[in-house]
């Protein structure tokens, strides 16, 4: 290659850099240029959108049957008496029962959503049954203590009598740690010496 090709080319090669770097010149006003967007912004459904992938071309699908949501158990109990009495045979709270962080928060639980009509300290005497609500049997009678954690759960998930349910109110884990609370407040009255306020 002479002399004078290899000028050329190199001015030519020059050129074209410089060509290239007009071309790519920041322009603010302009939105920068992206390489294969789609790669940055998938296409999307909504969820209520119509869907040609699926066959009912919906886009929000039923789950697959037998699978449960992430988070999600199903109670296996009827809202019946005897499936609460199945629930205290066979549900049994995961609580340890001296979990005190657990019993904090069901005290707050008790305050907020017990008290009203069971009292303050679970006596029965709660406002509303002052103010003529069938009054619920004391917390501290024999039959409250007898029953066990796995049908209180049932009780407050499904309601009892005049009890109506809880389960909209409270989550799974607070109705348990109630019950660790009310647990924890017959424990206490027990070793009150007779003939003592609870
Ligand atoms: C609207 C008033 C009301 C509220 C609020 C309420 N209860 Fe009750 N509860 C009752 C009544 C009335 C009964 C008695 C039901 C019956 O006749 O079987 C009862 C029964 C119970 C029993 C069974 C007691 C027994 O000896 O049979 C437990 C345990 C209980 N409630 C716990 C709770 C807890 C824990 C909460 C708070 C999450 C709560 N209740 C909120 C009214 C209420």
């Not at 203590?145 to 309601?159: E, M, N, P």
């Not at 809880?166 to 010496?193: C, G, H, M, N, T």
Request: with cysteine.
């Amino acid at each position: 290659m002479s002399r004078r090709t290899l000028n050329v080319a190199l001015l030519a090669a020059f050129l074209a850099s410089l060509a290239l770097n007009w071309a790519v010149r920041p322009q603010p006003w302009r939105p920068n240029r992206e390489f294969i967007p789609e790669m940055v912004r998938t296409p999307r459904f909504n969820a209520y959108s119509t869907n040609p992938n699926f066959p009912n071309g919906m886009t929000l699908q039923a789950p697959v049957g037998g699978t449960i949501p992430r988070g999600f158990l199903p109670v296996h109990y009827a809202p019946t008496p005897e499936d609460a009495l199945r629930a205290g045979d066979t549900l049994e709270s995961p609580l340890r029962p001296d979990d005190a962080q657990a019993i904090g928060r069901g005290s707050v639980v008790f305050s907020n959503f017990c008290a009203p009509c069971h009292g303050a300290t679970g006596k029965g005497d709660g406002l509303v049954a002052q103010r003529g609500f069938p009054a619920p049997p004391s917390l501290y009678a024999d039959n409250a203590r007898k029953i066990k954690d796995g049908q209180i759960f049932h009780i407050l998930t499904y309601g009892q009598k005049n009890m109506p349910s809880y389960a909209s109110q409270l989550s799974r884990e607070d109705r348990w740690r109630v019950i660790a609370f009310v647990r924890s407040l017959q424990k206490q009255a027990s070793s009150v010496p007779a003939g003592g306020q609870p």
